[in-house]
């Protein structure tokens, strides 16, 4: 009787993981943030073997840095005062020029 009720071991295991948030420490900044079991299940289903090794802040730091988000400095124009984005650290005996007045000097001569 009810033969069909008797559970297969192995079989169901696989299928009723129960997650639970679990704390992880940042690898870039030390702090703890937490692996959520909704995450988990993601991971898992994405068949990721690998528990994130970073906090959330610090992955989309990266993400940023990827995408190619560059630094930028900030300095005063030479010409007209205004803020220049620099791609390099400005250098106190050159003059920089904001992109405006660059693209200015380039083209008259
Ligand atoms: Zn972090
Ligand atoms: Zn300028």
């Known amino acids: 009787m009810c033969e069909n009720e008797v559970k297969v071991e192995g079989m169901e ?5 129960v997650y639970e948030d679990i704390t992880l ?6 702090q703890e943030f937490v692996f959520t079991a909704g995450e988990q299940a993601f991971y898992a289903e994405k068949g990721f073997k690998n528990q994130p090794k970073c906090c959330k802040a610090c992955r989309d730091k990266k993400k940023n840095a990827e995408r190619g ?3 930028y400095f900030i300095a005063t124009c ?11 650290q400005p250098s106190s005996d050159r003059p920089v020029y904001c992109s405006k007045c660059f693209e200015a000097r380039r083209s008259a001569q």
């Open 13 to 17: 295991e696989v299928a009723e993981v």
């Open 78 to 88: 030479s010409e007209c005062g205004g803020e220049a984005k620099l791609t390099f």
């Open 69 to 71: 988000e560059r630094q």
């Open 25 to 30: 420490t940042c690898r870039d900044c030390g």
